[in-house]
């Protein structure tokens, strides 16, 4: 099976690297400038479930993309897919299957619009990493799982064959039939936890141990209310186990857990504010004074936004 992972950050890097490191046939498309800090330092990941140093990876810029992939995992930022899928497309044939790693739903109708329905599968990754200063895969917590399957429920050969090649590459691997119904499901929990850890690690501009060293753990637990709130609203109210564990993580002392939406920050590059904190806002009830948390941390995020685009010179 021949594997494109398109980019090699956080989430391509680490399922990439464990998919090359089980001698997969994995290739990445990369830019130019992340494929000449791999051929300087190589794949690099750190993990409690095992560090990897690789060689720099097999890999393809977007202008020499001209063969066609068995599959291609999707890994962006949602404001970067339109422009994603153009640089993927040549790795598109007949029989190739997308698997997308994006956060929410809207990325579906997207890949299914450009590409046709029976391209997409359904996907989602839970994991959480960062790639620090030199390129490296920073892995931040005790979960790396990758779920996936026909978004119609059916049982299929090409399935089968990720099923096969994902068995022993060291992360989890969860095929299943209800893939879409697990995606709604999660999406509401995960969108809740992204959103709450988002708001309030760019709006203190710290990590979550940071955050409470500095008094504000009741911040971060009211911040989640406000977003568990909404999800009940849309009739998503996350489940006990999931609403625990978010608070756990949310109280954390002495994590260095951020949002990868404040890493965009802390470089100057845009975020996907509108995406994950907006949005979510614009499925509450319309009573802005219910969320006050929520908007204090979208106006803050608005207000870089504004700033950036005033500072950045014209192309």
Known sequence: MKILIVGAGALGGYFGARLLAAHRDVTF?????????????????????????????????????????????????AYDLAQTMESFAPAVGPGTAILPLLKGMRHLDQLVARFGERHVLGAQCMISAVLDKDGAVLHLNDIHKLAFGERDGSDS?????????FADANFDSAPGNDIVQQMWEKMWEKWVFIAAGAGMTTLMRGAIGDIIAGGGAALNTAMLAECEAIAAHNGHAPRAPASERARAFLTAPGSMMTASMLKDMERGAATEADHIIGDLIGRGDGKREALPLLTLAYTHLQTYAARRARETPAP
Do not use: E, Y
Not at 157 to 165: D, E, G, Q, S
């Open 29 to 77: 498309l990369l830019r130019p400038g992340r494929a000449a800090q791999l051929a300087k330092s190589g794949l690099v990941v750190k993990s409690r479930f095992g560090d990897l140093a690789l060689p720099p990876p097999p890999h393809l810029l977007a202008g020499n993309l001209v063969t066609h992939f068995d599959v291609v995992i999707v890994g962006c930022k």
């Open 157 to 165: 050969a090409r399935v089968a064959a990720l099923t096969a090649a």
